[in-house]
């Protein structure tokens, strides 16, 4: 599974998780033309292109067909913001249960910037972070400045290690991260059908932010209960940046120091 481990910690453990794509979309009461609000899982290439099934912890980890989609699972937005979604796009994002308690205005622009997130390869949990997503489609207004926090998990699990109560406080554990705020972005996901290696993702506002979400009693019963769930796991650490006069975003190596906004 995957989120609880991707928060921040001092030493280098981390998860992969399946759980975000039985929370579907959340209106939040919002009736508008412009709003889509379908529940949204992956594509089978067999099936009509228009009907989107919604995976649960088995059929995630043992997909019956091949994958063509998997969606970022965006933190929903403060209340008073409403839902803002991309009508265009002929694949929304997940938004989590949970509402942000706060986002700052760049931070703000980057959630709808990441409507557009996506693997840009098939082959996301082998080529090296920058390569794995489609970074160079994301734009946010020329004149906004701003850097966050990444962290990138790449696992393998143990054959027979049970998903279900570490898939159900995995669930828990990043509803209790989006509450206590900072985390803009959680996306995951499926196990290379040959090498059995995934990948998984969180954007955070800072790195105090990660870090505090690894204090939580939700996230720490995730912990004990995924010690023995993996053969392997890297946790990777990484800078994203928007500069002023450039719409483009670009991935760094993290140095240690807080992101600067």
């Given at each position: 599974?995957?989120?609880?481990?991707?928060?921040?910690?001092?030493?280098?453990?981390?998860?992969?998780?399946?759980?975000p794509l039985d929370i579907g979309l959340v209106t939040d009461g919002t009736d508008s033309d412009?709003?889509?609000?379908?529940?949204?899982?992956?594509?089978?290439?067999?099936?009509?292109?228009?009907?989107?099934?919604?995976?649960?912890?088995?059929?995630?980890?043992?997909?019956?067909?091949?994958?063509?989609?998997?969606?970022?699972?965006?933190?929903?937005?403060?209340?008073?913001?409403?839902?803002?979604?991309?009508?265009?796009?002929?694949?929304?994002?997940?938004?989590?249960?949970?509402?942000?308690?706060?986002?700052?205005?760049?931070?703000?622009?980057?959630?709808?910037?990441?409507?557009?997130?996506?693997?840009?390869?098939?082959?996301?949990?082998?080529?090296?972070?920058?390569?794995?997503?489609?970074?160079?489609?994301?734009?946010?207004?020329?004149?906004?400045?701003?850097?966050?926090?990444?962290?990138?998990?790449?696992?393998?699990?143990?054959?027979?290690?049970?998903?279900?109560?570490?898939?159900?406080?995995?669930?828990?554990?990043?509803?209790?991260?989006?509450?206590?705020?900072?985390?803009?972005?959680?996306?995951?996901?499926?196990?290379?059908?040959?090498?059995?290696?995934?990948?998984?993702?969180?954007?955070?506002?800072?790195?105090?932010?990660?870090?505090?979400?690894?204090?939580?009693?939700?996230?720490?019963?995730?912990?004990?209960?995924?010690?023995?769930?993996?053969?392997?796991?890297?946790?990777?650490?990484?800078?994203?940046?928007?500069?002023?006069?450039?719409?483009?975003?670009?991935?760094?190596?993290?140095?240690?120091?807080?992101?600067?906004?």
């Amino acid at each position: 599974m995957g989120f609880t481990l991707i928060h921040d910690l001092a030493e280098p453990v981390s998860l992969e998780s399946p759980h975000p794509l039985d929370i579907g979309l959340v209106t939040d009461g919002t009736d508008s033309d412009d709003l889509d609000v379908v529940g949204l899982g992956a594509i089978d290439t067999e099936r009509d292109p228009h009907e989107l099934p919604t995976f649960n912890s088995k059929s995630l980890t043992n997909p019956p067909s091949t994958v063509l989609y998997l969606p970022p699972l965006l933190s929903s937005l403060p209340h008073e913001l409403g839902v803002l979604l991309h009508t265009s796009l002929e694949q929304q994002p997940l938004l989590s249960e949970t509402h942000l308690p706060h986002i700052d205005p760049v931070s703000l622009s980057l959630h709808k910037a990441l409507h557009h997130f996506r693997p840009a390869t098939p082959y996301y949990a082998e080529v090296p972070y920058d390569e794995a997503f489609n970074w160079s489609k994301l734009e946010l207004p020329e004149n906004e400045e701003r850097e966050w926090y990444c962290v990138a998990f790449r696992s393998k699990r143990l054959p027979g290690s049970d998903s279900g109560p570490l898939y159900d406080a995995d669930k828990l554990a990043h509803e209790e991260a989006v509450l206590n705020g900072g985390l803009i972005m959680y996306w995951y996901g499926v196990p290379d059908p040959e090498t059995g290696m995934n990948l998984a993702t969180c954007i955070w506002q800072s790195r105090k932010h990660a870090v505090a979400a690894s204090s939580g009693p939700h996230h720490i019963r995730a912990m004990k209960l995924a010690a023995a769930s993996y053969e392997i796991y890297t946790l990777e650490r990484h800078k994203l940046r928007k500069s002023r006069g450039e719409r483009g975003v670009t991935i760094e190596p993290f140095d240690g120091a807080e992101v600067v906004w």
